[in-house]
Nanobody
Framework: VQLQASGGGLVQPGGSLRLSCAAS????????IGWFRQAPGKEREGVSCISGSDGSTYYAGSVKGRFTISRDNAKNTVYLQMDSLKPEDTAVYYCATDSGGSNYDCMRGSSYAMDYWGKGTQVTVSS
């Protein structure tokens, strides 16, 4: 069972990136997938989540209106479209899921029950 995050990079303020979280070894259709980020010296923060049941979504207040989470079940992949990026979005971004299948923590931006994590992808927003 593996999650692989990709798509990070260096972008200027106001720019866009799309992160991908590809799953292998399991079908992510029924699992809530969350995106989390951690900047140097800061605590890990829940950014967004898409539920495994009805496709409902969660966004942290700091990204609402700028980031969009989606899933492509045929490709077993979840995406995070990040627009209007700001320097404060700079961080390592991770995708994760609760292998027990619960949406609860993910949909509240909490990593408490997340036990499958992909390797992070660095996002740097700088001019």
């Amino acid at each position: 069972v593996q999650l692989q995050a990709s798509g990070g990079g260096l972008v200027q303020p106001g720019g866009s990136l799309r992160l991908s979280c590809a799953a292998s070894g399991f079908t992510l259709d029924y699992y809530a997938i969350g995106w989390f980020r951690q900047a140097p010296g800061k605590e890990r923060e829940g950014v967004s989540c898409i539920s495994g049941s009805d496709g409902s979504t969660y966004y942290a207040g700091s990204v609402k209106g700028r980031f969009t989470i989606s899933r492509d079940n045929a490709k077993n992949t979840v995406y995070l479209q990040m627009d209007s990026l700001k320097p404060e979005d700079t961080a390592v971004y991770y995708c994760a899921t609760d292998s027990g299948g619960s949406n609860y923590d993910c949909m509240r931006g909490s990593s408490y029950a997340m036990d499958y994590w992909g390797k992070g992808t660095q996002v740097t927003v700088s001019s």
